[in-house]
């Protein structure tokens, strides 16, 4: 009821948001709570925390860095807030709603992307979008993805 009641009025005295519905005004806190749902969960000690992308994902290892000190490693698979300005462009979402949630995906990749002490992306294109988030690690770090086709050869596994 508390945090229900701190949404309603967070919404009510946002000049953009104030005329946002009660269901909209819902939808929205589900999301809130779906995305942010990995602060509340109980987390192991550990020795390194690892993401493997600059997004939710990395929330647990951020509140291990945080909260411990662990030191923390982003293995850059895909880039999420690239994917989520594409979900943008392609989908019939309110613009508000674009807005809210494309500054709340950008600062929690800029979040994970600051407090990674490294950046490993697995392919050179990612690189270009570490580096416009200002994430110095990322030129000459590329570790790709896959295997050495040769180590399988058919003929060696006799």
């Known amino acids: 009821e508390r945090v229900w009641s701190m949404v309603l009025r967070r919404f009510s005295d946002h000049p953009l948001y104030r005329h946002e519905s009660i ?3 819902i939808d929205l806190a ?3 709570y779906r995305y942010l749902m990995p602060l509340a969960l109980l987390l192991p000690e550990v020795q390194l925390a690892h993401s493997s992308a600059a997004a939710f994902c990395g929330l647990p290892a951020l509140v291990a860095k945080r909260r411990d000190g662990v030191p923390m490693i982003l293995t850059e698979h895909g880039i999420y807030l690239r994917e989520r300005i ?9 613009v508000l709603r674009k807005l809210l949630f494309g500054n709340l995906y950008r600062g929690v990749a800029q979040a994970v992307y600051r407090h990674a002490e490294l950046v490993v992306p697995v392919c050179g294109y990612n690189t270009q979008w570490e580096q416009e988030m200002e994430v110095d690690q990322a030129e000459g770090r590329v570790i790709h993805n896959g295997v050495d086709p040769e180590k399988f050869r058919e003929d ?3």
Do not use: E, L
Request: net charge positive.
């Open 23 to 25: 269901q909209g005004a």
């Open 30 to 32: 589900r999301s809130f």
């Open 86 to 94: 594409r979900q943008f462009v392609r989908d019939q979402t309110p």
């Open 156 to 158: 060696r596994a006799r």
